[in-house]
């Protein structure tokens, strides 16, 4: 949010809560904090003295924490707004107004007060359908560093270009579940609703197709069909008749374990059907996938020119300059090393940059002294179900890769590894799909490795 979008969001939130608007100064006061300024410059230019801006901010925070139900401070103020606009959800009707699930209008005592529009929908285009979103199954919003490039691709192919199916892939901490957060902040506007689920408990289809239908169609008087054809079929018309985001997180939790990736979990095979209806038919929708591999619906069915995308999320480079900052890291010129070396993940480099602050009190050149990689428990509790649920031929694939400290060639790895050449392609080929090998081009050569954490990681936990 810009500062005027943040000015005009809080007034709503004020402003339906108690039927006033903020004042002058207590405007000036939240633009001030949020831009970063202190009492002492708001005082300057709103040309008051700074202990008066005080206690006018004072009461502004308490009024801001009531409105909202949870404490606001000049800390938490950016992290708080955010995530509460995430949660705004306005009907079409124009006489709900609701803050997460709470109709703040028909709560409250000034529900006769004449509705403002949510800040999420243009206020100036009343012919607009209002989107109708539920977010409650989504982790808290938090700032993203530089994704401008992965939100740019994402929101021509699914508002410009109307893709149906878009996955967003990558290995655990690399940011799928934070981009897709912002891009619905982005693009939400375009659909008449919204739904994120996510699937961490691997529930069966039936039970999914539930939850998306008893949101989308709105009707509780309505008694679902209880077989899945007919709860799919009722969902695909739906989709066809309306315009819908669909957002299913951690998809990897209905693949298989222990084969190669992208099979699904026998009991959640059905699943297939869903992306393959919501993938080739046309309908006006677009369902989009986080996950550490794609389902082999994916890798069928994508390309440039066709209505299933997928997009491997990359780490964010220098970008994370900014979270070496936020922790206080010390010798910037060892953090394009630190970047690198963990691969701008940005899990990685948050669990790290802790690590350097809590030990070396944020000197970085003194982390960096030291030959072995350190990964600790907690970077390596997110590795360990990444590798732990590969196949055996990838297990035997990524110890051989990460006994070498460069990259080797398929040549090398059919000299030694045991492997005849349809395995070894297979296996390379999956292990790329789940991220975890890298490939370079090298006269006229491909060269395989794995990253130096993964590589640490499967040296100090043998698997194959
Ligand atoms: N671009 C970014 N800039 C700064 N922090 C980021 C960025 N992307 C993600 N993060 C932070 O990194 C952590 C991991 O991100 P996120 O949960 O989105 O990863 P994920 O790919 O969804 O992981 P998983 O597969 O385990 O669900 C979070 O703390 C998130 O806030
Ligand atoms: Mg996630």
């Known amino acids: 949010m810009d500062v005027k979008e943040v000015l005009r969001f809080a007034d709503d939130l004020v402003f339906a809560k108690t039927g006033e608007h903020l004042e002058d100064l207590q405007e000036a006061i939240l633009g001030g904090v949020w831009e970063g300024q202190k009492y002492s410059q708001i005082a300057e230019v709103s040309h008051c003295s700074e202990g008066h801006v005080r206690n006018v901010a004072s009461k502004l925070w308490k009024r801001l924490s009531n409105v909202l139900g949870e404490e606001v401070t000049p800390s938490n103020l950016r992290s708080t707004l955010e995530r509460r606009q995430l949660f705004i959800i306005s009907s079409n009707s124009g006489n709900d107004f609701f803050i997460g699930n709470v109709n703040v209008c028909k709560d409250s005592q000034f529900s006769e007060y004449p509705q403002k529009r949510s800040p999420s929908t243009p206020t100036s285009d009343t012919s607009q359908p209002q989107t109708r979103l539920d977010l409650a199954d989504a982790p808290h919003i938090s700032s993203l560093s530089d994704r401008t490039s992965e939100l740019a691709t994402l929101e021509k192919s699914i508002v410009q270009e109307k893709c149906n199916l878009a996955a967003i892939l990558g290995i655990s901490g690399i940011g799928k579940t934070a981009l897709s ?178 030990i070396f009190r944020g ?82 050569e491909t060269l395989f490795s794995v990253c130096p954490v993964v590589r ?7 698997v194959g």
């Open 181 to 358: 957060l912002h891009l619905i902040q982005k693009i939400q506007h375009k659909f008449e609703c919204v739904i994120w689920r996510s699937l961490r408990h691997s529930p069966p289809l039936e039970t999914t197709l539930k939850t998306l239908l008893e949101f989308l169609l709105n009707k509780p008087e309505i008694e679902l069909p209880t077989s899945i054809p007919d709860r799919l079929s009722l969902l695909m018309e739906y989709l066809r008749k309306n315009r819908c985001l669909i957002i299913l997180d951690d998809v990897q939790t209905i693949l298989s374990s222990g084969q190669l990736a992208g099979n699904y979990r026998p009991e959640c095979e059905n699943y297939s059907i869903l992306f393959r209806q919501i993938g080739e038919t046309t309908h006006n929708s677009c369902l989009i996938l986080n996950s550490w591999e794609p389902p082999r619906e994916i890798t069928a069915l994508k390309g440039e020119n066709s209505p299933v995308r997928a997009l491997q999320l990359k780490g964010i480079g220098a970008a994370a300059v900014e979270i070496f900052r936020q922790k206080s890291l010390l010798n910037p010129e060892k953090w394009d090393n630190l970047i690198n070396t963990y691969r701008g993940n940005p899990l990685w480099l948050k669990i790290v940059a802790n690590t350097i602050q809590e």
């Open 363 to 444: 000197r970085v050149a003194d982390f960096l002294k030291y030959d072995r990689l350190f990964l600790g428990e907690e970077l390596a509790a997110t590795l360990y179900p990444q590798i732990n649920r590969l196949s055996e031929l990838e297990k035997k694939l990524i110890s051989r890769l990460s006994r070498e400290a460069n990259s080797v060639s398929i040549e090398e790895l059919l000299q030694d590894a045991d492997l005849s050449p349809s395995e070894l392609f297979n296996g390379l080929q999956s292990l790329g799909r789940r991220s975890l090998v890298e490939r370079e081009e090298q006269e006229n």
């Open 456 to 462: 640490q990681y499967v040296l100090s936990n043998p």
